[in-house]
């Protein structure tokens, strides 16, 4: 009991000296926890070396003396493993921010949705990579996917809140109008409160917004969120009348509706006619590493007709988001100083191509250099085909087409070595975002685009 009270002694003489040295400033609290542990450690030598005399107390002190410096170089190692650490950190603190606001600026003029999934599948991907470095492509995908997936459904949840929102706020002002006019004595201005929220109410479900979401790509409410006329009346009064039950929904929806001016049409949800900036009768998506650029019409064509052939969504999205990267789906675009040509930027394989689609002047003719492709595909690009039709996912199917691009610094060991690779797989994931629920059926009826410019 005395030896232990002794030590318990010596160990608050030393932490109350480590303490003032704390206070003073000359060292900090976690150093004078290290010297506190080593002076304790130690305690038993310098005991000993106290009650030595000559060469044995000599040899003591230096074996202490050598402790506390292996001691001392032990905690300057870590406070530069500690440093080196924190750098590291920094530094990919530094790239995410990079890696974000390119992603940002990439997404300037996409559409709402396009631009929620690619954030998400960003942020999904990064926090990933964060828990672990021991990931692969296919959990990176996974986690992107659900990411998106989760990103609809969100917006989704939004979106009817904003319609039911609207709908309630109408009501309100219909009602305070309505009861105003008859303490006022006046039912016409109560029918005429009733009747101006409602006509403002459908105007905004059924026709700005639609139109908004469709020239601006907004995700704003319309009638299909609230179930049309019959979902409105449901939801006020139990149940709708007849006239309101028998209203379709399509009838107030954008993908049906056709509004005509002297410079753009909006028909069945596309967009045609001469747009600021843009050729007339050509729909056009504003470039960017996270949205589809150029020609919305070849890009219709180039999914349409790869849906034709039996690829998986997945798997034509890769095919487009390497389209993207290396063309713009511009028909007609000519690359790598006057050596590479048409949509998939063919280079030395060029003659070949003229020879299919009946010389250089025929390159407008998306259908010929999209025939022309299958054929490589289906011959001489064969291996690419295979890995792309055996990949289960937008990461992997986006991989296996960079093998038929072969761009600059392509490496069969490393595809993400090639050229503009964060272009291909944000393409990717946008022409999945866009095009993923077309049917068929619908792309069968794209035709070819013949030999005007896109």
């Known amino acids: 009991a005395k030896a232990q009270s002794a030590d318990m002694r010596v160990e608050l003489e030393i932490r109350a000296r480590l303490n003032t040295q704390v206070a003073a400033g000359l060292i900090t609290a976690e150093e004078a926890n290290r010297l506190l542990r080593e002076e304790i450690e130690l305690h038993p030598l310098v005991a000993a070396a106290a009650e030595a005399n000559g060469k044995e107390q000599a040899d003591l002190n230096k074996i202490i003396a050598e402790r506390r410096e292996l001691s001392a170089q032990l905690a300057r190692e870590e406070k530069r493993a500690q440093a080196t650490e924190a750098l590291i950190d920094y530094g990919k603190a530094q790239a995410e921010q990079i890696a974000r606001l390119r992603l940002e600026a990439s997404l300037i003029g996409a559409t709402d949705r396009e631009r929620a999934r690619a954030i998400a599948g960003f942020e999904a991907e990064v926090e990933l990579r964060r828990r672990s470095t021991e990931i692969t492509a296919d959990q990176i995908a996974k986690a992107r996917s659900e990411a998106a997936a989760l990103a609809d459904r969100r917006a989704e949840v939004e979106r009817l809140a904003d319609a039911w929102g609207s709908v309630e706020a109408s009501a309100s002002s219909a009602i305070d109008g309505m009861v105003d006019g008859l303490l006022g004595g006046d039912l016409s201005d109560a029918l005429k409160s009733i009747g101006q929220q409602t006509i403002g109410l459908i105007s905004e479900l059924s026709l700005k917004n639609p139109l908004k979401n469709a020239i601006l790509g907004t995700d704003l409410p319309t009638m299909a969120d609230v179930g049309g006329l019959s979902g409105i009346f449901g939801r006020l009064f139990g149940g709708g009348s007849a006239e309101a039950a028998q209203l379709s929904v399509s009838t107030m929806n954008a993908s049906s509706m056709s509004v005509t001016t002297p410079m753009v049409q909006i028909s069945a949800g596309t967009i045609s006619g001469q747009l600021p900036g843009g050729a007339g009768g050509i729909g056009y998506a504003g470039g960017g590493a996270g949205q589809l650029a150029g020609s919305t019409n070849v890009q219709q064509q180039v999914w349409a007709f790869f849906a034709a052939k039996g690829l998986a969504p997945h798997q034509i999205a890769a095919i487009m988001g390497n389209v993207q990267a290396e063309s713009g789906f511009n028909p007609l675009a000519v690359g790598d100083g006057g050596a590479a040509h048409g949509l998939f930027q063919w280079n030395d394989r060029a003659p070949k191509l003229f020879d299919f689609i009946g010389g250089q002047g025929n390159l407008g003719n998306v259908q010929a250099q999209l025939e022309f492709a299958w054929r490589e595909m289906m011959t001489s690009e064969n291996g690419p085909f295979q890995r792309l039709m055996a990949s289960t996912n937008l990461y992997d199917a986006t991989h296996a087409f960079v093998g038929f691009e072969r761009p600059q610094g392509y490496n069969a060991n490393n595809p993400t070595s090639a ?23 619908t792309q069968a009826q794209l035709g070819q685009l013949g030999t005007g410019a896109a």
């Open 419 to 441: 050229h503009g690779w964060d272009q291909r797989l944000a393409g990717a994931e946008a022409a999945m975002a866009r095009f993923e629920g077309t049917t068929l059926s």
